[in-house]
């Protein structure tokens, strides 16, 4: 029985090789046609943005850590967290320029504070608010210095830095 599904695997492989590709996937999508390389790269590169989506994301997992922490769920608060550096990486991956403030005024400092808080917190299960709280201050701090030297200060004046500010856990209203 054995030796009779070999050439049937075979010859299933051989028949999804020769199928084309369904209408509206690769055999017609936007990085295929006649255009070079460099003009498919140019349309990617497009696609992904530059470091603005990536920060995208990042307010996203601020947001999300600053409000795991308010409802006193560091296990969250933490995932956000660790996330919030892999898109800050993905955004200089692509504009490397921003890595030298990325990586200087927030995630070899502040961010690691705010980590190490954090996973403190998970280990213990006690409470530590002051210690998250003074770390997120801190790192909240940071982006706001970063984005002074990157020479977008504008981006402080958002209700994003102005409500993570004052802390009050949710269970304690």
């Avoid at 999804?16 to 140019?42: I, K, S, V, Y």
């Avoid at 795991?68 to 769920?73: H, P």
């Avoid at 993570?164 to 209203?173: E, L, Q, S, W």
Wanted: aromatic share 12%.
């Amino acid at each position: 029985m054995r030796y009779l599904l070999f050439p049937a695997i075979l010859l299933a492989l051989a028949a999804c090789d020769a199928a084309p590709p369904p209408e509206g996937r690769m055999g017609d999508g936007w990085l295929t046609g006649q255009d070079d390389n460099a003009a498919r790269f140019e349309r990617l590169e497009s696609y992904l943005g530059g470091f603005s989506s990536a920060m995208w994301e990042t307010g996203y997992r601020y947001q999300g850590t600053w409000d795991a922490i308010v409802d006193g769920n560091p296990a969250l608060a933490d995932y956000h967290w660790g996330k919030l550096r892999g898109a800050i990486e993905n955004g200089y991956m692509k504009r490397p320029g921003r890595q030298g403030n990325a990586e200087g005024l927030f995630l070899s400092g502040p961010w690691q504070g705010l980590d190490e808080a954090l996973g403190q917190a998970m280990r213990d299960e006690r409470e530590s608010d002051q210690a998250i709280h003074t770390a997120f201050l801190e790192a909240r701090d940071a982006c706001m210095a970063c984005h002074v030297a990157e020479d977008v200060p504008f981006m402080n004046d958002m209700p994003l830095f102005r409500q993570t500010g004052d802390f009050v856990r949710a269970d304690r209203y």
